[in-house]
């Protein structure tokens, strides 16, 4: 049984895809001739049984493929030679883990052959900002390819929204998800420069997430895909008790609009901290051990700081606190307050700096 085991797997070819890789390459080879006119059909092992690439009468049909691998694959085409039949895919992702299989017909429709091959995804490319306080970070998609035939460049975030999309010669902000709504931009000139790295604003840790960019030619052919996964910590906040008072900070895009509706609330137990909608603060909606103890900025949603500001922080008041803003827009963040018992100095220390050493 265990030998049966081993043999099953060493039989099944294995591929694996770390960060940077531009391209695998799936192995299907024989030693066997096979006739001229023989059809190869490439598959993935997807609920939709997707065809990767498929050669038949002396060709490859792209138009028999599934968009998803439009423009990335290639194959070898030695069928009168001992075959290689191994298939190039091109800009690999996470989403391409998948058994694929190589499957050779006779003319007749009989199966020649049959190999099966594993993709298997390691890791991302990362980008992680020092701290939670940053004010963008950049998201990188370069190339040195010619892009003149791009009709449109996208970038998506794992839940399949849409971060920024560029078309035509000019961004398409009414396409993109609203959480994104004025906090992107790409660089000018990109189609010339190759730079399509995106510049998300504000990141908070509600945009932890992977962000794919895919670059699109005018006949829908994929000419790039990168992925790159953002961490962002979130932001904790540290005061001893008998400070004066402690901000919980959040910036975010300017200019929300005026019907935004910005809430401060601590989790475990849920309490309600503060509410601003209509134009003003609410008090009467706010939890009584708050009452009088907290303030927010004048014009907040002008300038985007949500920053709200605890009065007399007490032990008790430690915990998570997230600011959440409704209406057209949405955005969120979480900090995380300590309010040390033991008043040494009354030393209010902001923490959203990364608190772990670096080496040298
Ligand atoms: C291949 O050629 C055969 C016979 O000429 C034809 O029936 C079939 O449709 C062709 N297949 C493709 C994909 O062109
Ligand atoms: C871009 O151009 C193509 C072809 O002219 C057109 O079909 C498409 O709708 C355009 N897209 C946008 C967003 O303008
Ligand atoms: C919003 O504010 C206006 C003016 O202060 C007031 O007349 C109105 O009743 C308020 N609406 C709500 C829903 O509180």
């Not at 060493?10 to 066997?32: A, D, I, M, R």
């Not at 490439?42 to 997707?50: E, I, N, Q, V």
């Not at 800009?91 to 694929?100: A, G, I, K, R, S």
């Not at 963040?333 to 033991?342: A, C, F, P, R, Y």
């Amino acid at each position: 049984m265990k030998l049966l085991q081993l043999l099953l797997l060493v039989s099944v070819y294995q591929v694996e895809v770390y960060p940077g890789v531009e391209s695998v390459q799936l192995p299907c080879k024989t030693t066997h001739r096979l006739p001229k006119d023989a059809i190869v059909e490439w598959k993935d092992a997807s609920m939709y049984d997707r065809k990767v690439h498929v050669y038949e009468n002396g060709s490859d049909q792209p138009e028999e493929q599934h968009e998803d691998y439009r423009g990335r694959t290639e194959m070898k085409r030695n069928l009168l030679k001992p075959g290689d039949l191994s298939l190039t895919l091109k800009y690999p992702t996470d989403e391409d883990t998948n058994t694929y299989t190589c499957t050779v017909y006779s003319k007749e429709g009989n199966i020649l052959m049959k190999k099966d091959v594993v993709l298997i995804f390691r890791d991302y490319a990362e980008v992680k900002p020092e701290h939670s306080e940053v004010e963008y970070v950049e998201l990188p998609c370069k190339t040195t390819q010619n892009l003149l035939e791009v009709a449109k460049v996208e970038w998506k975030e794992r839940g399949n929204r849409k971060v920024h999309v560029y078309e035509n010669g000019s961004d398409q902000p009414e396409e993109q998800h609203q959480d994104y709504k004025e906090r992107t931009k790409m660089n000018e000139d990109l189609l010339r420069t190759g730079d399509l790295s995106l510049t998300l604003k504000y990141p908070t840790e509600e945009d932890y997430s992977i962000y794919t960019c895919t670059v699109y030619s005018r006949e829908g052919n994929i000419l790039l895909k990168k992925q790159v996964k953002l961490k962002v910590r979130v932001c904790q906040v540290e005061v001893e008790e008998g400070a004066e008072s402690v901000q919980l900070p959040f910036k975010t895009s300017q200019n929300l609009p005026g019907d935004a509706e910005v809430e401060w609330v601590h989790y475990n137990p849920k309490k309600t901290i503060h509410v601003y909608k209509n134009g003003s603060d609410q008090p009467g909606e706010q939890d009584q051990d708050y009452r009088e103890r907290t303030k927010m900025n004048e014009d907040l949603l002008r300038t985007g700081d949500l920053s709200l500001t605890l009065k007399t922080p007490k032990e008790s008041d430690s915990g998570e606190y997230k600011c959440v803003v409704y209406g057209k827009i949405w955005r969120a963040k979480t900090v995380l307050l300590k309010v040390k018992g033991q008043t040494r100095d009354n030393m209010n220390r902001n923490s959203c700096i990364d608190p772990t050493p670096r080496s040298a």
